[in-house]
């Protein structure tokens, strides 16, 4: 009668052929997550700073709305207040919108400085794991043969 083959000896055996170096993933976990805290620094003081603009401008605004509110004598004083106003206003609007793209150019700037060192990060992570998984299997080979 025909024996079946235990498995469980050949899967142990072949996973520890294949050793696991927890330290290199360890590695790479670290520096994905020094990536991720370098990007939220980024993101929140883009964000500050966007609010920060944001409150300036509507501040302006409302200063600016006050002399829209004063009551007039002659009817050409609403249109002209109005006019100052709108006009007042586009200066004002151009000038912020040029602050929020500053901040945006300053966001995409630093997005790719720290994309172009996680790569170089990354890439050397990933050379150690692979030299060490080399190193590994050569070693694993060597220690099979020898054992034969």
């Known amino acids: ?22 330290k290199a993933m360890e590695d790479a976990f670290k520096t994905q997550a020094a990536l991720s805290e370098k ?17 300036k401008w509507t501040k302006e605004t409302i200063a600016k709305m006050g002399a829209l509110t004063e ?10 207040s109005m006019t100052d106003f709108a006009s007042a206003w586009a200066e004002s609007a151009a000038e912020h919108m040029a602050a929020f ?7 995409q700037m630093d997005s790719v400085e720290l994309m172009l060192a996680a ?14 998984a080399t190193n590994d299997m050569t070693a694993a080979a060597k220690k099979a043969t020898a054992a034969k």
Do not use: C, N, R, W
């Open 119 to 132: 790569g170089k990060d990354v890439s050397e992570d990933m050379t150690a794991m692979a030299k060490k």
């Open 39 to 55: 990007m939220s620094h980024v993101a929140l003081d883009a964000a500050e700073k966007s609010t920060e603009i944001s409150s």
């Open 1 to 22: 009668m025909a024996k079946t083959q235990d498995f469980t000896t050949v899967m142990k055996d072949m996973m520890g052929a294949f050793p696991v170096d927890t």
């Open 71 to 80: 009551a007039k004598s002659d009817p050409a004083d609403y249109a002209k």
């Open 101 to 107: 793209a500053e901040v945006a150019k300053k966001v």
